[in-house]
């Protein structure tokens, strides 16, 4: 007869070679380099006749492979499973859910990604505050003035950013805030990189404040998407409580990003 737990079901009994199975996937993932059957034996605790067996048995479903010392790596099939789990993610409904799965943040939140020299919102959760902002979701605004925008032109190469603004017309200016020529536009965007975080300071609509970082994904080298906080009154926001404000959206980034497994 099965045992019950507190809540009157059956007990759950984890199958052992399985856990195994999954450990010793973690432990070889986690190398830089094939390992061999002892290391991965002694380092993990497990018998090594067991070991090798199901070190044998991943290797033959694809999800390890042997070198010509014998040593063992992840194999491909692991790599095409991940890939297509992301394919079937949808980044507004993972942005969605991780906000779920926190308490709330009380922060105006966005999503966005780049479509040329604009970004477009795909996701917004408005705080308490009764924040009132032009990034309706589907709406497009000028990524040079935006924090989501400035977080995803950071990775953009210098020629590539020129094209998207050929003279410094190019640049839209909402406000008196925004960045008058591509030479600002450029050093505020190196800024960006080294801090993490992209600032929007009245730049877009006046008394707002945007902080945004970048969102990548699985074998992908440029950001795939961009989150931003929006706080109102820029001049009531100290420097440190702007620092702050980036480590927490850099911090949901990264999440988002570890989601994408990027």
């Not at 390992?35 to 067996?53: M, Q």
């Not at 479509?115 to 605004?141: E, F, I, K, Q």
């Amino acid at each position: 007869m099965n045992q019950l737990d507190s809540e009157g079901k059956p007990e759950f009994t984890p199958v052992p070679a399985i856990v195994r199975a999954v450990a010793i996937l973690d432990y070889i993932a986690s190398k830089s380099s094939p390992v061999g059957l002892n290391s991965i034996s002694r380092d993990l605790g497990f018998p090594k006749s067991s070991t090798l067996g199901i070190c044998r048995t991943l290797t033959a479903e694809g999800l390890l492979v042997q070198d010509a010392r014998r040593e063992y790596g992840v194999g491909i099939r692991v790599v095409r499973l991940a890939g297509r789990h992301l394919a079937g993610l949808d980044l507004a409904q993972v942005f969605h859910r991780l906000l779920d799965s926190r308490p709330s943040i009380n922060k105006t939140t966005q999503l966005a990604v780049l479509d040329g020299n604009h970004v477009v919102y795909l996701a917004r959760r408005d705080a308490t505050n009764g924040l009132s902002l032009p990034s309706t979701t589907g709406r497009a605004l000028p990524a040079s003035t935006t924090s989501v925008g400035k977080a995803l032109l950071a990775y953009v190469s210098l020629s590539r950013l020129r094209l998207l603004y050929p003279t410094d017309d190019a640049l839209p200016q909402n406000t008196l805030g925004s960045a008058a020529t591509f030479s600002s536009l450029v050093a505020e965007l190196e800024l960006t990189r080294e801090r993490g975080y992209a600032l929007d300071r009245s730049e877009t609509v006046r008394g707002v404040l945007g902080v945004g970082a970048a969102i990548f994904a699985l074998g992908e080298p440029i950001p795939v998407g961009a989150v931003s906080f929006a706080e109102a009154d820029t001049n009531l926001v100290s420097p440190r409580d702007i620092s702050e404000l980036g480590s927490r959206i850099a911090g949901l980034a990264n999440d988002l990003s570890l989601l994408l497994g990027g």
